[in-house]
């Protein structure tokens, strides 16, 4: 499936972009973040979560939707 | 979740003291409320390694951001006995001293408003997706996290 990824704060930084398409063959959140961390290893280190459909969900979740986030850490208000 | 389109909380740059001046006034015609309580949040010009925050340049996921922002809408609802709720969260540069988030929210009689207020702007803190880059005088920045 063609997932639509987007990075926010630091780790946009780090990709230095706020999105890109992916092809994807795979299934969970889990794979994903292992492609992703051989195209940026920086990210591994960063604390960050994910989230699909407006909602924070867990590595080993099911992708379901197209689009998929990377949020670092909140700092609203 | 309902279908509708949440509502747009965002506010392009600071929020100025005439803005929330104006929204007081407004709720003169709603004549059941008897107290209102507001929360605003001033960028502060922190200082860390002998650098001060000039300022602090907000992004957010704006549309989970606004459906969390509508979620704490409607379980702040649930929760209190409340007439009126508004937010307004600036994106975009906002500089020390200026205001970033505003909570006003109004209800018959005062007790449940305070109780509110907190449980609102502790939800906005911890649930809603905003980004917060801190630009030092020296045009520096590091990612600021809510603690």
């Known amino acids: 499936m063609t997932l639509n990824i987007k990075y926010f704060g630091v780790i946009a930084e780090i990709t230095q972009c706020h999105e890109e398409v992916l092809e994807f063959s795979k299934s969970s959140i889990e794979d994903l973040l292992d492609i992703l961390f051989d195209k940026y290893p920086e990210i591994k280190i960063k604390d960050f979560q994910t989230a699909m459909n407006n909602e924070i969900v867990s590595k080993n979740s099911i992708i379901s939707t197209s689009e998929i986030a990377l949020l670092p850490p909140f700092a609203g208000g | ?147």
């Open chain 2, 1 to 147: 979740m309902t279908n509708k389109k949440p509502k747009n909380v965002f506010k392009q740059g600071a929020i100025s003291s005439d803005f929330i001046g104006n929204s007081i006034a407004k709720h003169q015609t709603k004549t059941s409320i008897g107290a209102h309580n507001i929360f605003l949040g001033q960028v502060r010009a922190d200082v860390i390694d002998n650098k001060t925050v000039a300022a602090i340049e907000y992004t957010a996921y704006e549309d989970m951001a606004n459906a969390k922002f509508d979620s704490i809408r409607e379980a702040a609802f649930d929760k209190f006995e409340l007439t009126c709720m508004h937010i307004y969260h600036s994106l975009g540069t906002v500089k020390s001293g200026e205001i970033c988030l505003f909570v006003f929210i109004s209800s018959p009689r005062r007790k449940v408003v305070f109780k509110a207020l907190e449980f609102i702007v502790e939800a906005i803190k911890a649930d809603v997706p905003v980004f917060g880059k801190e630009i030092f005088e020296d045009e520096t920045h590091q990612w600021k996290k809510n603690t």
